[in-house]
């Protein structure tokens, strides 16, 4: 089901959607595509974390798991 989600663009952000549409593409496949490089971000940022978290780790000292 579709959903219509609303906001108020400052000028800098009415600006980057004017750049990224300059050649066509939709507002909404803008937004779209700025949504997917978020999500992309945060799953580098979570990744980042756990490879911070795991450094330290030495799986040469644990036995075979099979």
């Given at each position: 089901?579709?959903?219509?989600?609303?906001?108020?663009?400052?000028?800098?952000?009415?600006?980057?959607?004017?750049?990224?549409t300059a050649d066509g593409t939709s507002t909404s496949?803008?937004?779209?595509?700025?949504?997917?490089?978020?999500?992309?971000?945060?799953?580098?940022?979570?990744?980042?974390?756990?490879?911070?978290?795991?450094?330290?780790?030495?799986?040469?000292?644990?036995?075979?798991?099979?």
């Amino acid at each position: 089901m579709a959903k219509t989600i609303g906001f108020r663009p400052t000028p800098a952000e009415e600006d980057i959607l004017a750049r990224a549409t300059a050649d066509g593409t939709s507002t909404s496949d803008a937004i779209r595509r700025g949504l997917a490089l978020l999500d992309r971000e945060l799953w580098w940022s979570h990744a980042r974390a756990d490879m911070e978290r795991l450094a330290g780790e030495d799986l040469s000292t644990e036995p075979d798991a099979w």
